[in-house]
T-cell receptor
């Protein structure tokens, strides 16, 4: 069984640029969520996608957007990067029902 | 709004000693509760979860947790800690659609002394 995979593992961007992070869900999972984890903090929920539609969003501005594809892979896009966007971005997938989230190892984004 | 508090930022225990990590939550409905562990540079691994039923739940790696509704707590325990248990531990409550939008605590870093 393939787990949740994220790419790239590390990324450095300049303030004002745009970035796309990618996630491949675990086989059989149709729900994907994205989380932002700042250094020394717990993860914060960004949004969730189910069957290619956003069905839950945390307290993040619209410059954070996402996509889920028919094969259940996903993207997180962040426009107009700010220094505070530097964090570990975690993708998690789950099946329907009460199945819990399975997390990837994350993408470490540094904004300079 | 929901919240999770982990009062202990950092805990050090000796190998072989027992462990209890505290977690308190605030949520208006019946909570879905989770404990995750994170090793440096890694993602989160699920240790155990509580949805309903028996308030004492068993997880992987010899961990257990007890849900106490009257105290709004979900403390994690292990009777004998191993050096490989050193990591960051996060408690979370599941809210929103399908209870998959997790609200995490700020974590407890566990160090294990030989």
């Amino acid at each position: 069984e393939t787990g949740v995979t994220q790419s790239p593992t590390h990324l450095i961007k300049t303030r004002g640029q745009q970035v796309t992070l990618r996630c491949s869900s675990q086989s059989g999972h149709n729900t994907v969520s994205w989380y932002q984890q700042a250094l020394g903090q717990g993860p914060q929920f960004i949004f969730q996608y189910y069957r290619e539609e956003e069905n839950g969003r945390g307290n993040f501005p619209p410059r954070f957007s996402g996509l889920q594809f028919p094969n259940y892979s996903s993207e997180l896009n962040v426009n107009a990067l700010e220094l505070d966007d530097s964090a570990l971005y975690l993708c998690a997938s789950s099946a329907t029902g009460d199945s819990p989230l399975h997390f990837g190892n994350g993408t470490r984004l540094t904004v300079t | 709004a929901q919240s999770v508090t982990q009062p202990d930022i950092h805990i050090t225990v000796s190998e072989g000693a027992s462990l209890e990590l505290r977690c308190n939550y605030s949520y208006g409905a019946t909570p879905y509760l989770f404990w995750y562990v994170q090793s440096p540079g890694q993602g989160l691994q699920l240790l155990l979860k509580y949805f309903s039923g028996d308030t004492l739940v068993q997880g992987i790696k010899g961990f257990e947790a007890e849900f106490k509704r009257s105290q709004s707590s979900f403390n994690l325990r292990k009777p004998s800690v191993h050096w490989s248990d050193a990591a960051e531990y996060f408690c979370a409550v599941g809210v929103g659609t399908g209870r998959r939008a997790l609200t995490f605590g700020s974590g407890t870093r566990l160090q294990v002394q030989p």
